[in-house]
């Protein structure tokens, strides 16, 4: 009898077969729901009207739950939540001091419990069909459109939910929108952690549209509008979209960072997280860049140009696409590219030329070489546009060791002795830790051989945390630990990695 509810529920259900079922909430009904024994004396007729009547809009409260369950106090928070349910939609009057905000979140925190969700499901699809008053039963269909966003029926309900749904789309405009907040709780797992108060005031208003700043490399900001079940990857292949980006193995490769005041939280969003989750506090921004560069660079679109040219800008100028503090020549035509870049007429100043070179080579370096050089490579780049500048930067940088790599600045490292502060790249594959003077590597760890990451505390006030990775096969373990300022920026981007590229990594946190 209890089957409705004891399955656990599923993202990932079998499509409908074509066998006897036709999935209808009358079958439903049948097969789970509490038998009145009336109904067990007629037939015809009078049996098809009773059974039917299950599934209808009701007057009155229900003295037990819809569905048989085994569990008493299940079933006495089921005449809970009809109640709830009915007061919510005008059907009763409500308690006094309680308004619809709070009879919501009781109905949502009421579907926190695994056991009731199926039961609640019923509940209110029982109470739209055929509700005498539009008013009331449009209550009804918001809550269902919140509810199929937030938490999934059960595997055993799930196709007559569907099915509902489907056929309730032509007559009720709620019923698409539940349709999609249902294919997105099946694809992404549903909300689940409830929403704050501002936005479920503005869902009673009918205002469930928010408009999002995404910041993107370079200081272009780009604005949308996102939803109450809005998920990361739809925004980023919007973001795609805009610089010309289909095919879904290259979006793949760009991720959404929320930021925390300056620089205080940095983590890449996974792509199932639902925004409105993520941005309840005042304080954060999202911003994009580019993660994986394993598809083919293509520059066919302006912002794609632009967006790319400045996120490996930023990483050279900060010394992390290290180049020769010797190699003068190449120095001077990065900064000649950078000049044109802005589209600038009259030749640079020595504030300008200062500005072109990376900060770690900037006191290594002959200013007035490089101006030299930069003023020869000047009028042999004359005619470039700002754009072809821009491609020609990047095709440089794409020589240099670290290219496609998220590159951290790493104090220390065990067992290793360090002249100074060393580079540490990543990307899906692995770890490098590389010495910046000579460009070679100093160890590599892949990511498929990690088995644990440990965030490590400062040894001291104001120093520098760490993270220990335990790696290695079970015959020959290995630990090693890095000291960085990013050392929980870096465990995060290690464990989005993880997670794009795994379905399981056992041990991992």
């Known amino acids: 009898n209890s ?18 079922h036709s999935y209808t909430m009358q079958e439903f009904a049948l097969r789970y729901f509490r038998k ?7 037939t015809g007729g009078a049996e098809a009207k009773a059974v039917a009547s299950l599934v209808q809009h009701s007057k009155v409260p229900i003295q037990e739950s819809l569905i ?9 928070q089921a005449v809970t939540s009809f109640k709830a349910l009915m007061q919510f939609m005008g059907d009763q009057s409500k308690p006094w001091g309680k308004n619809e905000l709070d009879l919501l979140y009781k109905l949502l925190k009421l579907c926190q419990e695994e056991n009731l969700r199926d039961e609640i499901y019923c509940q209110v699809i029982k109470q739209v069909t055929g ?3 539009p008013d009331h039963c449009a209550r009804g269909w918001s809550f269902l459109s919140l509810l199929t966003g937030f938490f999934p029926p059960s595997t055993t309900l799930m196709p007559y939910v569907t099915k509902f749904l489907q056929d309730s789309g032509p007559s009720q405009e709620l019923a698409q929108s539940s349709q ?31 408009e999002l700043l995404i910041h993107l490399p370079g200081g272009t900001d780009y604005k949308m509008n996102i939803r109450t ?26 991720a959404l960072f929320l930021i925390k005041r300056e620089g205080e939280l940095v ?42 040219y400045s996120q490996v800008l930023r990483d050279y100028l900060q010394g992390k696409l290290r180049v020769s503090a ?5 120095i001077a035509r990065l900064a000649a590219l950078q000049h044109l870049s802005k589209d600038k007429k009259t030749p640079p100043s020595e504030q300008d030329l200062l500005a072109y070179i990376p900060k770690p080579l900037q006191w290594g370096v002959s200013v007035t070489t490089i101006k030299g050089l930069m003023g020869q490579e000047l009028r042999q780049l004359q005619g470039q546009s700002s754009q072809e500048a821009q491609i020609s930067f990047i095709e440089a940088m794409r020589q240099l060791p670290l290219f496609g790599y998220t590159i951290y600045v790493v104090l220390r490292a065990s067992e290793l002795t360090l002249p100074g502060p060393s580079l540490l790249g990543l990307n899906h594959q692995h770890l490098l830790l590389m010495d910046p003077s000579s460009q070679k590597p100093l160890c590599s760890i892949s990511l498929k051989s990690l088995h644990r990451l440990h965030l490590l505390s400062p040894q001291e006030v104001g120093g520098t945390p760490g993270l220990e990775l335990n790696y290695g096969s079970a015959d020959n373990p290995q630990t090693t630990w890095f000291e960085l300022p990013q050392a929980q920026e870096l465990l995060n981007t290690i464990l989005f990695f993880l997670d794009s590229t795994c379905s399981r990594w056992p041990g991992l946190p």
């Open 68 to 76: 048989s369950l085994s569990d008493e106090d299940t079933s006495r």
């Open 3 to 20: 089957e409705a509810t004891s399955l656990p529920s599923s993202m990932a259900y079998a499509s409908l077969s074509t066998d006897s």
């Open 36 to 42: 009145p024994q009336t109904l067990l004396d007629l």
């Open 267 to 308: 983590r890449p969003l996974r792509p199932g997280e639902y925004l409105n989750n993520v941005m309840v506090n005042p304080h954060v921004s999202l911003h994009s860049r580019r993660l994986g560069w394993e598809t083919p660079l293509h520059f066919d679109n302006p912002t794609y140009v632009s967006t790319h």
């Open 326 to 330: 010797q190699a003068d020549a190449e």
């Open 180 to 210: 999609e907040h249902l294919q997105r709780t099946v694809k992404y797992g549903g909300r689940q952690r409830l929403p704050p108060l501002e936005e479920m005031q503005a869902f009673l208003k009918g205002q469930a549209v928010r």
């Open 131 to 133: 509700h005498p008053r």
């Open 229 to 254: 079940f809005t998920v990361a990857t739809e925004v980023l292949e919007e973001l795609c979209r805009q610089m010309g980006i289909t095919e879904p193995q290259e979006v793949q490769e760009f």
